[in-house]
């Protein structure tokens, strides 16, 4: 089945919310399944700005949305911000090809690297990054939005996380 990654558009807006909570049913064999219950993250005003400023990517597969990723950009970095394939769309290439249109959005932006916070261990999280070529970095040379936004994770009760990175 051909997966189609595109920008997302006004009428997608309200199908990512679900999207989101459908992936994190994921989390419910993992040590984590607390996650699964939590409610979507990308708020209506996150959202509208990301696709304002071109920054929301939609997979679509056979007519319905099914993966979407959240770039953002900090200097010459691009930030994955929020990626979410829920299982039902899994072992499909999904997540392969909206994570490489992601790549390519930073490389259309002439981000060095693209960069992201995640949970080392989960196998559909660090694992499936580091096979995409994706490496841990080390915490104490983190940019400021890394630092950022593994405090506010941890904060908010998350273990395990980590930051990592992929030269483009």
Same mark, same amino acid.
């Given at each position: 089945?051909?997966?189609?990654?595109?920008?997302?558009?006004?009428?997608?807006?309200?199908?990512?919310?679900?999207?989101?909570?459908?992936?994190?049913?994921?989390?419910?064999?993992?040590?984590?399944?607390?996650?699964?219950?939590?409610?979507?993250?990308?708020?209506?005003?996150?959202?509208?700005?990301?696709?304002?400023?071109?920054?929301?990517?939609?997979?679509?597969?056979?007519?319905?949305?099914?993966?979407?990723?959240?770039?953002?950009?900090?200097?010459?970095?691009?930030?994955?911000?929020?990626?979410?394939?829920?299982?039902?769309?899994?072992?499909?290439?999904?997540?392969? @090809? $909206?994570? #490489?249109?992601?790549? =390519?959005?930073? !490389?259309? /932006?002439?981000?060095?690297? &693209?960069? *992201?916070?995640?949970?080392?261990?989960?196998?559909?999280?660090?694992?499936?990054?580091?096979?995409?070529?994706?490496?841990?970095?080390?915490?104490?040379?983190?940019?400021?939005?890394?630092?950022? @936004? $593994?405090? #506010?994770?941890?904060? =908010?009760?998350? !273990?395990? /996380?980590?930051?990592?990175? &992929?030269? *483009?």
């Amino acid at each position: 089945m051909t997966v189609l990654i595109r920008s997302a558009l006004a009428f997608d807006l309200s199908e990512i919310p679900a999207l989101e909570c459908a992936a994190a049913q994921r989390f419910l064999e993992t040590a984590h399944p607390e996650l699964a219950s939590a409610p979507p993250s990308m708020t209506d005003a996150v959202l509208d700005l990301a696709l304002r400023e071109d920054r929301l990517l939609v997979a679509e597969q056979d007519g319905a949305l099914c993966g979407f990723a959240l770039l953002d950009q900090r200097g010459e970095e691009g930030w994955l911000r929020e990626f979410n394939v829920p299982p039902a769309f899994g072992n499909r290439g999904v997540g392969r @090809a $909206l994570l #490489a249109f992601s790549c =390519a959005w930073g !490389r259309g /932006r002439s981000c060095t690297r &693209l960069t *992201l916070t995640t949970f080392r261990t989960v196998p559909f999280n660090g694992p499936f990054y580091a096979r995409f070529g994706f490496f841990f970095l080390e915490e104490t040379s983190l940019p400021p939005h890394l630092m950022e @936004a $593994l405090a #506010a994770e941890r904060a =908010a009760g998350l !273990r395990d /996380r980590c930051a990592m990175a &992929l030269v *483009l």
